[in-house]
């Protein structure tokens, strides 16, 4: 079983949708939850970021951790067409030999429709 | 501000060929990485490198090398290239270790690698 799952979708949705993205993890460890979004032929760039437990809002998007059910979303209102790219999920313990090394989920190939 | 740079965006391989896929940065961070990208897999680490001269094995380092020997490139090498090896490969970099908020990866455009 893989540290950290992640549906891959596809997810299509049509403009002005509200966009639920999941995964969920096994390792008690991680502290540290990322979003990255990937446009097509282009690296990952990090969109969302949050330590522990809790909820993160910016802008049109909200990252919540829930560590007690090692579950991770990510929400995305008023959707747009410009929000159509891969979705990755991705998490670090703290310290350690866990240093610089992210674990990502599969990623989540999102469509919005105009 | 160029960030990380790949070279090449492409390659072809016969399966036994060698090859050296190039990363620089010109942001002056430490932390360097080198991740493959394969459907249903997402991203793994193959090497790391917190610092010039200090290297050290990801989840998938076989049939890979590294080197630092400056804070800029990061080479990768592909000592006798095998089908599995066919790949995207992103290099990324981050001004300290966490990779985080403070701290993110930045990612190059990544390599598209076929071994035949």
């Known amino acids: 079983q893989k540290e950290v799952e992640q549906d891959p979708g596809p997810l299509s949705v049509p403009e002005g949708a509200i966009v639920s993205l999941n995964c969920t993890y096994s390792n008690s460890a991680f502290q540290y939850f990322m979003w990255y979004r990937q446009y097509s032929r282009k690296g990952p760039e990090l969109l969302m970021y949050?330590?522990?437990?809790g909820n993160k809002e910016d802008g049109r998007f909200t990252a919540q951790v829930d560590k007690s059910s090692k579950y991770i979303s990510l929400f995305i209102r008023d959707s747009q067409p410009s929000d159509s790219a891969t979705y990755l999920c991705a998490m670090k313990a703290a310290g350690g030999t866990s240093y610089g090394k992210l674990t990502f989920g599969q990623g989540t190939i999102l469509t919005v429709h105009p | 501000n160029a960030g990380v740079t790949q070279t090449p965006k492409f390659q072809v391989l016969k399966t036994g060929q060698s090859m050296t896929l190039q990363c620089a940065q010109d942001m002056n961070h430490e932390y360097m990485s080198w991740y493959r990208q394969d459907p249903g897999m997402g991203l793994r680490l193959i090497h790391y490198?917190?610092?010039?001269?200090?290297?050290d094995q990801g989840e998938v380092p076989n049939g890979y090398n590294v080197s630092r020997s400056t804070t800029e490139d990061f080479p990768l090498r592909l000592l006798s290239a095998a089908p599995s090896q066919t790949s995207v490969y992103f290099c990324?970099?981050?001004?300290?270790?966490?990779?985080?908020?403070?701290?993110?990866?930045?990612f190059g455009n990544g390599t598209r690698l076929t071994v035949t």
């Open positions: 490198s917190v610092g010039a001269g200090i290297t």
């Open positions: 990324a970099s981050s001004y300290s270790l966490e990779g985080a908020n403070n701290s993110p990866l930045h």
């Open positions: 949050t330590y522990s437990s």
